[in-house]
């Protein structure tokens, strides 16, 4: 995992399977459109890499920015 804090190897995969069923059922109500289905399987592919792609993007950001600011305190 990416996320800063709960990708670290001390936090169990029990408190980060349930941390992030909170934050699903959390946002649920937020969320009121459902996304298109795709036609085809390809086309279904293709949205589940882009959408990887961008999380890993995004975790990856959040862990330079708190590894800058750990070595920053040091």
Same mark, same amino acid.
């Given at each position: 995992?990416?996320l800063?804090?709960? %990708?670290?190897s001390?936090?169990?995969p029990?408190?980060?399977?349930?941390?992030?069923?909170?934050?699903?059922?959390?946002?649920?109500?937020?969320?009121?459109?459902?996304?298109?289905?795709?036609?085809?399987?390809?086309?279904?592919? %293709?949205?589940?890499?882009?959408?990887?792609i961008? %999380?890993?993007?995004?975790g990856?950001?959040?862990?330079?920015?708190?590894?800058?600011?750990?070595?920053? %305190?040091?």
């Amino acid at each position: 995992m990416l996320l800063p804090v709960f %990708g670290s190897s001390y936090v169990p995969p029990r408190v980060r399977l349930v941390l992030s069923m909170a934050i699903t059922i959390a946002m649920m109500p937020v969320i009121t459109g459902t996304p298109a289905i795709p036609a085809n399987a390809l086309s279904m592919a %293709g949205q589940v890499v882009s959408e990887v792609i961008i %999380g890993a993007m995004i975790g990856m950001v959040a862990k330079i920015l708190s590894t800058a600011i750990h070595i920053a %305190g040091q």
